[in-house]
């Protein structure tokens, strides 16, 4: 019987699901004959999941069954799906008063609820699916992945039905091979009840497929939702530039998982991409990219990209994007401008050059200014978005205060109304250097359940470790309740109130350290 292959993406919060669109277009190329569909239940009401995933295999029946899982980890410091989970965390952790002590016990279990619920309802649903489907074609295989497996693909297995392919990065290699029957093994995955995942397998290099642009004629033939995303005006549809990032930041898995190899998508396919988007009515875009420039080398095939844009004459878009602003020129800067770059995110981390090269960032923060200025420059007058996470290591009150700096600094620059301080605490993440650095330093034990959400782990994966972490826990008790509609901006003023701002040149200079008495972070790959 013939391969037919359906694609369901998890519930998830309406991000538009790009990772199973580029899958099935990859095979589609490849074998134009197989039959698949797209099932997106990030477009279904919840009270509809179970029934909706039935009838889609009744009509269907699939030999393959394609499950995306995209995100698990939910600290955010905005209101997530069961609240707002850094407050409710925090307020456990951190409150003095008791009864908002109480609140965030209440509120933590609400929330370890809604987050025990979802892991163990998407797991339910992946079982009923491959139970439904195997009615129709006993053979039937069920093989998962998307952004939440690569990160946790270790601890996923467990709760899975025997058989199913657990698989890390990206998925095109390991689909093709399952299409054609052959062995797969030797891909990033495991099947579960039959191997364990093999040591240092998240550190394997992913395979170097070019992508071309995806054909979204055939994309609406297989998917016919399709058309949920493009009623929203304020939608931004994901486009893939390039994968991989050269750069090694403390807490980050993705520079593994993509690999430290950049690999550039043709800018000549971006755009025929784009233009089919554009066409349906598309004007905002994400480029979806770990780091849209991940270092200076790049820049050329940036402005390449964004000229190419201009050529085709899609002057009226908007896109959005993670930057890493060290690596812009004033060219750069004025085709990000022409070309509608309306917002982005800057992870710098934190302020203090000192700390930033500490946790292996590569920034230079003084380039990053620089650049800032270009980028203002050249008219760019719209949302910034500096991602700070106080305390990974070594933070002090003068770290802090060097933030401040240099946070005012960019005010100045764009405006402070226009720059926005996203305060995230790290969620820690398996296989990173922050891990290795928890366990030398006796915070975690190896073995230790990364997606737990008890208490006693959870304290310490929403990483903010003593004896800082009390300090920032009251602040950010205490910017929720002065204003709970602009938490990082509060957060700053509350840190300025209490330890005041360092001279930027303070922040910007990075006292050089000799080797021995260096507290680096230990190496793990
Ligand atoms: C861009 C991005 C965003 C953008 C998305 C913009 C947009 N409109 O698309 C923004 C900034 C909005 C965002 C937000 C968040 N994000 Co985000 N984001 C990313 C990022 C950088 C890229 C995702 C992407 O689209 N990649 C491109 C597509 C093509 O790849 P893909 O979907 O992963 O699919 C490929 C593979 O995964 C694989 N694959 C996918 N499904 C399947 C299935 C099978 C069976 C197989 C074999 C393979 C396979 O093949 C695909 C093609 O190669 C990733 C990190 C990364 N570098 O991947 C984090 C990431 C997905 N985000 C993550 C998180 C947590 C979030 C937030 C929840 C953060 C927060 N706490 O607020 C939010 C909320 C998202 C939501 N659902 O509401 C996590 C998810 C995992 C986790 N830790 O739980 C990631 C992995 C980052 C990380 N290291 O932790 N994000
Ligand atoms: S630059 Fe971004 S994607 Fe690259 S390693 Fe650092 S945090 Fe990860």
Redesign the pocket.
């Given at each position: 019987m013939e391969n037919k292959v359906l694609y369901v993406r998890l519930p998830?919060?309406p991000?538009?699901p790009?990772?199973?669109v580029?899958?099935a277009d990859h095979v589609h190329k490849l074998f134009p004959k197989v039959e698949q569909r797209i099932f997106d239940l990030g477009a279904v009401p919840p009270l509809d999941y179970r029934t909706a995933l039935d009838n889609c295999i009744d009509k269907f029946r699939p030999n393959l069954l394609?499950?995306?899982w995209?995100?698990?980890?939910?600290?955010?410091p905005?209101g997530?799906r069961g609240g707002n989970p850094l407050q409710n965390a925090f307020e456990f952790y951190y409150a003095k008063n008791p009864l908002i002590k109480l609140r965030g016990a209440v509120g933590g279990l609400r929330l370890a609820a809604s987050y025990y619920t979802e892991l163990w309802r998407n797991i339910g649903l992946i079982k009923q699916g491959l139970k439904r489907a195997k009615v129709y074609r006993p053979e039937t295989r069920a093989?998962?992945?998307?952004?939440?497996?690569?990160?946790f693909y270790e601890q996923l297995g467990r709760s899975l039905p025997t058989g199913t392919i657990v698989?890390v990065?990206?998925?095109?290699v390991?689909?093709e091979r399952l299409i054609l029957g052959e062995d797969f093994r030797d891909q990033r995955c495991y099947v579960v009840g039959e191997t364990s995942p093999r040591d240092r397998l998240i550190h394997e290099k992913p395979a170097p497929i070019e992508k071309t642009a995806c054909d979204y004629d055939y994309i609406n033939s297989i998917w016919p939702e399709f058309v949920y995303y493009l009623q929203d005006q304020d939608f931004?549809?994901?486009v893939?530039t390039k994968r991989g990032c050269p750069h090694n930041c403390c807490y980050?898995?993705?520079t593994v998982?993509?690999g430290k190899q950049v690999r550039i998508n043709p800018a000549d396919e971006v755009v025929a991409e784009m233009k089919q988007l554009y066409a349906r009515g598309i004007r905002n875009f994400?480029f979806?990219?770990?780091q849209f420039i991940p270092a200076r080398k790049y820049i050329d095939d940036a402005v390449e990209l964004l000229q190419k844009i201009l050529d085709a004459g899609m002057d009226d878009i908007y896109w959005a994007a993670?930057i890493r602003a060290d690596n812009l020129t004033p060219q750069l800067c004025e085709l990000m401008a022409k070309t509608g770059m309306n917002y982005f995110?800057i992870g710098i981390t934190s302020g203090s050059q000192e700390l930033v090269r500490k946790m292996r960032m590569g920034y230079n923060l003084r380039v990053v200014l620089e650049n800032c200025r270009d980028l203002k420059a050249a008219g760019f007058n719209d949302l910034v978005s500096v991602n700070y996470s106080f305390n990974v290591i070594d933070e002090t009150y003068e770290t802090i205060r060097q933030t401040i700096a240099y946070h005012r600094e960019l005010e100045k620059i764009f405006g402070a109304e226009k720059v926005e301080p996203a305060i995230f605490f790290i969620?820690l993440?398996p296989h990173t250097h922050l891990e290795d650095y928890a366990f030398e330093k006796d915070i975690l034990k190896p073995g230790y359940d990364p997606m737990s959400l008890m208490p006693w782990t959870a304290r310490k994966l929403l990483w903010n470790p003593e004896p800082l972490g009390s300090f920032f826990g009251e602040v950010c008790l205490e910017a929720w309740q002065r204003n709970p509609n602009d938490f990082g901006r509060e957060v700053m003023a509350i840190l300025e109130e209490k330890l005041g701002c360092a001279e930027l040149n303070e922040a910007l200079s990075a006292p050089i350290v000799s080797e021995k008495n260096q507290k680096h972070l230990a190496r793990v790959n």
């Amino acid at each position: 019987m013939e391969n037919k292959v359906l694609y369901v993406r998890l519930p998830c919060n309406p991000i538009f699901p790009i990772g199973v669109v580029y899958l099935a277009d990859h095979v589609h190329k490849l074998f134009p004959k197989v039959e698949q569909r797209i099932f997106d239940l990030g477009a279904v009401p919840p009270l509809d999941y179970r029934t909706a995933l039935d009838n889609c295999i009744d009509k269907f029946r699939p030999n393959l069954l394609v499950f995306s899982w995209r995100d698990i980890q939910i600290y955010a410091p905005v209101g997530g799906r069961g609240g707002n989970p850094l407050q409710n965390a925090f307020e456990f952790y951190y409150a003095k008063n008791p009864l908002i002590k109480l609140r965030g016990a209440v509120g933590g279990l609400r929330l370890a609820a809604s987050y025990y619920t979802e892991l163990w309802r998407n797991i339910g649903l992946i079982k009923q699916g491959l139970k439904r489907a195997k009615v129709y074609r006993p053979e039937t295989r069920a093989v998962i992945g998307g952004g939440a497996v690569s990160v946790f693909y270790e601890q996923l297995g467990r709760s899975l039905p025997t058989g199913t392919i657990v698989s890390v990065g990206e998925g095109e290699v390991l689909l093709e091979r399952l299409i054609l029957g052959e062995d797969f093994r030797d891909q990033r995955c495991y099947v579960v009840g039959e191997t364990s995942p093999r040591d240092r397998l998240i550190h394997e290099k992913p395979a170097p497929i070019e992508k071309t642009a995806c054909d979204y004629d055939y994309i609406n033939s297989i998917w016919p939702e399709f058309v949920y995303y493009l009623q929203d005006q304020d939608f931004y549809i994901g486009v893939q530039t390039k994968r991989g990032c050269p750069h090694n930041c403390c807490y980050c898995v993705y520079t593994v998982i993509e690999g430290k190899q950049v690999r550039i998508n043709p800018a000549d396919e971006v755009v025929a991409e784009m233009k089919q988007l554009y066409a349906r009515g598309i004007r905002n875009f994400w480029f979806t990219d770990a780091q849209f420039i991940p270092a200076r080398k790049y820049i050329d095939d940036a402005v390449e990209l964004l000229q190419k844009i201009l050529d085709a004459g899609m002057d009226d878009i908007y896109w959005a994007a993670y930057i890493r602003a060290d690596n812009l020129t004033p060219q750069l800067c004025e085709l990000m401008a022409k070309t509608g770059m309306n917002y982005f995110e800057i992870g710098i981390t934190s302020g203090s050059q000192e700390l930033v090269r500490k946790m292996r960032m590569g920034y230079n923060l003084r380039v990053v200014l620089e650049n800032c200025r270009d980028l203002k420059a050249a008219g760019f007058n719209d949302l910034v978005s500096v991602n700070y996470s106080f305390n990974v290591i070594d933070e002090t009150y003068e770290t802090i205060r060097q933030t401040i700096a240099y946070h005012r600094e960019l005010e100045k620059i764009f405006g402070a109304e226009k720059v926005e301080p996203a305060i995230f605490f790290i969620g820690l993440q398996p296989h990173t250097h922050l891990e290795d650095y928890a366990f030398e330093k006796d915070i975690l034990k190896p073995g230790y359940d990364p997606m737990s959400l008890m208490p006693w782990t959870a304290r310490k994966l929403l990483w903010n470790p003593e004896p800082l972490g009390s300090f920032f826990g009251e602040v950010c008790l205490e910017a929720w309740q002065r204003n709970p509609n602009d938490f990082g901006r509060e957060v700053m003023a509350i840190l300025e109130e209490k330890l005041g701002c360092a001279e930027l040149n303070e922040a910007l200079s990075a006292p050089i350290v000799s080797e021995k008495n260096q507290k680096h972070l230990a190496r793990v790959n």
